[in-house]
């Protein structure tokens, strides 16, 4: 619309007023009516009545002209508030309260998720994951070392009494190999060369293999070689710490660790 159109005479001065603000934004911008309209989400139709004083702007439209424009809503959003005071006055009616139904409003910007905060919950539903992944394995591993020792009770119930029959334990396979040697006059297995690592109930890994194949090897057999200490490694643990004179706690320390490398070495 033209800068230097009229405004109609019957409107009241504060309206005016306000009026006259949003086109000398509008006219520093040098935005003409259609680029407003792409920009603020009204179209082009309702700037002609809000600018040439035939409609009230609704107040989300004068805020949406401050911020493309570069000016300063609040000042604007007060002229606004006393001019809907006055504009029944003159026109017997009420501002708009919303666009046109074929306009649409700019979508609320959406507030971003403080960094920190998602860093943190993050890490701590990731802890909580790993915790309950490890519980469940210990919990299956401890299942899965009884119901072995079960199974070779009750192999070891159907022998005959008196029947010389080796270990039930030491006959089930193993699930590692023990490749055992002597260095020094001390023995290895091939999984681990500690001599200080402290392995007890719920650990598993190499270290735990190393333990079961030395434990085997002088006599006290865990069961199965499954790197799992489970209730038949430290049943087995505590059958050696009792008979070779050592603290019976069911941990493999450092002086079970040199018992069981040196066992039988004299």
Known sequence: MSRGKELPAGLHPQVRHLIVRLRQLKDRSEYSTRQVAARTGYSARSWERYLGGRSLPPREAVEALARVCGGDPGSLLVLHEMASAHWGETHGGSPSASPPATEQNPPAPVAAWPYGRAMRVALTAGATALVLSVSAVLVLAAELAEAREAARAARAGTVAAGA??????????????????????????????TLRAVATYGHTGPVVIEAQCLLRRAGASPGDVDGIYGPLTRRAVRRFQDREGLTVDGVVGPDTWRALRTWGAA
């Open 164 to 193: 010389t029959t080796p270990d039930p334990a030491a006959v089930l396979p193993s699930l590692h190999t023990c490749r055992l040697e002597r260095t020094d006059g001390r023995w290895y297995a091939g999984h681990s060369r």
